[in-house]
Every structure is written in structure tokens, then in C-alpha cells.
């Protein structure tokens, strides 16, 4: 009997794994259709690639320095341009490295709670997780999300292990704190509430560490990442005094203050995204207090100690924490995916922990069929009604890859305005002019007056103002490509 529910085990793992390579991969080049943070993020890879440097290319050989407000760093960037230059520049080769971080990102989703929650539990939230449609719009594209929580889950899985060898195995505190410095290395947000986290861990736990000196080994290793982060992103002494404003603004609306975040906070009791996320945080919150009120006795700090793992407890203040950051911020989805994504993770397990602590067996019934109802309903929308639905074809991606990439290396392009369209072009015999949000502003901005350029691909958003008679514009989506024509003989 044992034999065959482990060879049941491996079916169901099996079929998992293999539903998590289809829905990653399943039309990955043209879903989502490019957009300027990918972009941004790949040609910056792409200059890595070809010139050596940590920026955008404005004109061949020539890059506009990034590093101060590059919100998706090396652990992002260089496997990237490891990508481009093992296997040329394309979209293709940009987020295939992005799929092995969501396939990673699976995969430590199981084996994590696997070993905390165990089998059934684990299969739950693997399932979760790929049902959650917003995981291959942030997944697939070049963005730092997903990587950072491959990072932090595998820093949190170490932690784990390491908890339980009583804090005693120093090889496990230095791969928990080098994973847990990587994924603060990926993304400025990661940094910021990642540091008060493993401080609150440390506190609650301080007494359960035998060994006090494991601490300064776990902090030495949590830096050597950042270290690295700091001398690439900050080479020359002017550029460092720029890092904590830099850092402290990411994502900040220009809303007032408190208007900011009652207008954000407004949203989690009016728009179905932030209502689910707020049902699943009130359940696994409610599980959690629930678990501290049974030890009670024991006081505060102890009872956290009973309840939770120290990687448990690190997770949930890492969520609550990217939710109060999401407040102050411009109310874009994307800064809480991390804290969505990872209350995943936790969900299933806090569901049966529920249903322990109530007697009565229509609401017991009415626990275990949520989840149930919950992953029919995430399939659903991500098969049909979300961004990245098998029902919708979009040919954004591939009518940009046709026409841009049949343009000869031998002319002269301007990318103005539509960073996230370079990577379709097969050569860097380009110039591009790129402004962000008023953050900065790189390469010619007049490079539109009299242009001598073969082709320019433009957004339609953009205000242009340059001599058509010399160009045809063929559309594209939201682009606009225009190609000189032969007889305008250099001038307009």
C-alpha cells in the first residue's frame, strides 16, 4: 500500500511538472507583447552583451549609464546577456532565461512546502501558483519580480533546513544569507523590506540560536551579494550619493501621502485583484493568530517560536510589508505581485490549518472546498479572461520580429521612444533616444529635426514633428515604422 502511494506520488509530481512546462512555455515569445520596463531591462542586457557596459545604447558604441535607477539588476541583466551572447538577440533568447526562474520559482515552491507542510499541501500550492495568471505576465517578461522570489524562497527554504540543525550548520547560514543577499541585489523593493524581515526573525529567534556567532556569518553573507550590486551599479564616487533617494523612491506616487495610500488601500474593497489578495492574506493571517493564541501561554515571542518556522514567520512579514510598501506607491498591480504571489505559498497550508481549530462539520466542509473552488477559478481566468489567455492570439511581438528584423545591418535606425522594439533588430547599428517618466533622459532628443536616418520606429503616443515627404510609415500595433525613401535624396 505504502509502495503504491508513493508511485501515486510520483504520477501526480509528474503531471504537475508537466502542466508547469506548458503553461510557462505555451506561446511565451508573443505573450505578454513587449513593453518599456522589458525593454529597458533587455537592451540594457543587450549593451552588456556587445559593449561591456551597464546601460542603454544611444549610438553605436556609445550607452547612457543606468546602474542608479536599474530596478532589475545582474541577477537579472547578466543571464540575459549571457542569452544574447551565446545565442544572438531576440525575444526568444531574452526570456528563455526568465523561464528557467519561473520553472525554479515552481520548483522551490514545492520542495519548500513539501518539507514544511508535506505532499498534498505542496501539490496545492504549485497549483496555485500556476494559476495565478499575473506569474507569466511578471514571468515571462524581463522584470526582477519573479527572480527575486526564486531568491528569497530558496533563502527561505535553506533557513529552514538550517533551523532545524538548531542554527548549528554554517554551511547552510552562508547559502541562506548569499540567496537571501541575491534577492535583495534583484530589485531595490527586495532590499528594502527584506532587511527589517530578517531582523524581526533574528529578534524572535535570538534565544533559539545557541551558536551567536552564526549571526555575523549569516550578515557577511547576506552583503557579499550587495557588495557586488554596490560596485556595479555605483562605480564613481558622484553616483553614490544618489543611492538612498534612489532607492527610497522607487515605485512613489505623486499623489499626496495619505491621499496615496487611502486611494490604493480603497482599491482592496473594489477591484477584483486586490479583493482576492486581500481574502487570502485575512485567511492566512487569521490561521497564524489563531496558532499564537493557542500557545499564548507560553508569551508572545515563545508562541511565535511554536507556531511557525522562522522562514514562515520571515515570509509573512515580507508579505506585509510589500502590502504597506504598495500603499505609498502608484497603485500599479505589479508592486504586490511579490507579496501575492508568496501568501500562495503559504494559502493551502493555512486553509487545513483552520479547519482544526473548528468543530463544526459544514464549516470544516465549507474550508476544504475554498481552495478547490478558489484554483477552479484562477484556471478559468487564466485559460480565458486574463492578459495572457490561450483564447487571445497577439501579434504585437511577431509582426514587430517580421518587419524590424528584415532590416538590413548595413542601415542606419533611430529607436525613439521604443526601447522595448530594439531587441528585434539583428545588429546594434542604431541610435535611440529614450526619456522615463522624467527619472532621465538619454541619447538625441532632436534627433527627429532633418533625420538621415533609413528607418525610425516610433511610438504612436509619441509627439513627432520631422519631414514625412522623405519617409513612408507603415503601422505596427501601437508603433509606427517609417522607411526613407530612395528618391529623397537627402533631403527633406
Given amino acids: 500500500m505504502k509502495d503504491l502511494i508513493e508511485k501515486n506520488k510520483k504520477i501526480v509530481l509528474g503531471l504537475?511538472?508537466?502542466?508547469?512546462?506548458?503553461?510557462?512555455?505555451?506561446?511565451?515569445?508573443?505573450?505578454?507583447?513587449?513593453?518599456?520596463?522589458?525593454?529597458?531591462?533587455?537592451?540594457?542586457?543587450?549593451?552588456?552583451?556587445?559593449?561591456?557596459?551597464?546601460?542603454?545604447?544611444?549610438?553605436?558604441?556609445?550607452?547612457?549609464?543606468?546602474?542608479?535607477?536599474?530596478?532589475?539588476?545582474?541577477?537579472?541583466?547578466?543571464?540575459?546577456?549571457?542569452?544574447f551572447s551565446l545565442f544572438d538577440v531576440g525575444v526568444f533568447q531574452a526570456r528563455l532565461p526568465m523561464l528557467i526562474y519561473m520553472f525554479a520559482l515552481v520548483l522551490l515552491f514545492f520542495l519548500f512546502a513539501n518539507k514544511r507542510y508535506g505532499f498534498n499541501i505542496a501539490i496545492l500550492s504549485v497549483l496555485f501558483l500556476l494559476s495565478f495568471s499575473p506569474f507569466y505576465g511578471n514571468g515571462r517578461s524581463v522584470l526582477g519580480e519573479v527572480p527575486g522570489l526564486v531568491f528569497l524562497v530558496l533563502g527561505s527554504l535553506l533557513l529552514f533546513y538550517c533551523e532545524e540543525s538548531n542554527f548549528n550548520s554554517k554551511k547552510l547560514t552562508i547559502f541562506s544569507g548569499l540567496a537571501f543577499g541575491l534577492a535583495a541585489s534583484t530589485k531595490p523593493i527586495f532590499l528594502i523590506l527584506l532587511v527589517p524581515s530578517l531582523v524581526l526573525v533574528a529578534v524572535f529567534w535570538f534565544k533559539k540560536i545557541k551558536d551567536k556567532k552564526i549571526i555575523p556569518l549569516f550578515a557577511l553573507s547576506f552583503l557579499v551579494?550587495?557588495?557586488?550590486?554596490?560596485?556595479?551599479?555605483?562605480?564613481?564616487?558622484?553616483?553614490?550619493?544618489?543611492?538612498?533617494?534612489?532607492?527610497?523612491?522607487?515605485?512613489?506616487?505623486?499623489?499626496?501621502?495619505?491621499?496615496t495610500i487611502l486611494t490604493n488601500f480603497s482599491k482592496f474593497f473594489k477591484e477584483t485583484t486586490p479583493i482576492l489578495f486581500m481574502l487570502v492574506l485575512i485567511s492566512v493571517l487569521a490561521s497564524f493568530f489563531?496558532?499564537?493564541?493557542?500557545?499564548?501561554?507560553?508569551?508572545?515571542?515563545?508562541?511565535?517560536?511554536?507556531?511557525f518556522s522562522a522562514s514562515e514567520f520571515l515570509i509573512l512579514i515580507f508579505i506585509l510589508l510589500n502590502w504597506f510598501s504598495y500603499l505609498r506607491g502608484t497603485g500599479w498591480y505589479r508592486y504586490f505581485f511579490g507579496a501575492q504571489t508568496l501568501l500562495y505559498l503559504l494559502f493551502p497550508a493555512a486553509i487545513f490549518g483552520l479547519r482544526e481549530f473548528f468543530q463544526n462539520k459544514i464549516l470544516k466542509q465549507i474550508l476544504f472546498v475554498i481552495p478547490i473552488l478558489l484554483l477552479v477559478f484562477q484556471f478559468y481566468h487564466l485559460v480565458f479572461l486574463s492578459q495572457t489567455s490561450f483564447t487571445v492570439n497577439r501579434e504585437r511581438n511577431s509582426e514587430l520580429a517580421k518587419e524590424i528584423s528584415q532590416i538590413d545591418s548595413t542601415k542606419k535606425v533611430l529607436f525613439y521612444n521604443a526601447v522595448e522594439t530594439v531587441v528585434f533588430l539583428k545588429s546594434n547599428h542604431y541610435d535611440q533616444y529614450l526619456s522615463m517618466n522624467g527619472l532621465f533622459e538619454a541619447g538625441n532628443k532632436e534627433a527627429l529635426i532633418n533625420p538621415k536616418y533609413d528607418y525610425i520606429v516610433i511610438t504612436h503616443y509619441q509627439n513627432y514633428n520631422f519631414p514625412l515627404p522623405c519617409y513612408t510609415e507603415k503601422k505596427i500595433d501601437r508603433y509606427s515604422l517609417f522607411t526613407r525613401k530612395g528618391n529623397c535624396g537627402g533631403k527633406p
Avoid: C, M
Fill in 16 to 83: 504537475v511538472f508537466i502542466l508547469a512546462f506548458f503553461l510557462i512555455t505555451f506561446r511565451f515569445t508573443d505573450t505578454p507583447k513587449v513593453w518599456i520596463d522589458e525593454g529597458i531591462f533587455t537592451n540594457v542586457a543587450e549593451t552588456l552583451s556587445s559593449q561591456g557596459h551597464l546601460g542603454v545604447q544611444t549610438a553605436p558604441n556609445k550607452y547612457f549609464p543606468l546602474g542608479v535607477i536599474l530596478t532589475a539588476n545582474y541577477p537579472v541583466v547578466y543571464p540575459i546577456a549571457l542569452s
Fill in 225 to 259: 551579494p550587495l557588495v557586488f550590486w554596490f560596485f556595479i551599479n555605483f562605480p564613481t564616487k558622484e553616483l553614490v550619493s544618489q543611492i538612498i533617494p534612489t532607492i527610497l523612491n522607487q515605485g512613489g506616487g505623486d499623489l499626496p501621502f495619505a491621499k
Fill in 290 to 307: 489563531l496558532k499564537i493564541w493557542k500557545n499564548k501561554y507560553r508569551g508572545f515571542s515563545e508562541a511565535i517560536n511554536q507556531s
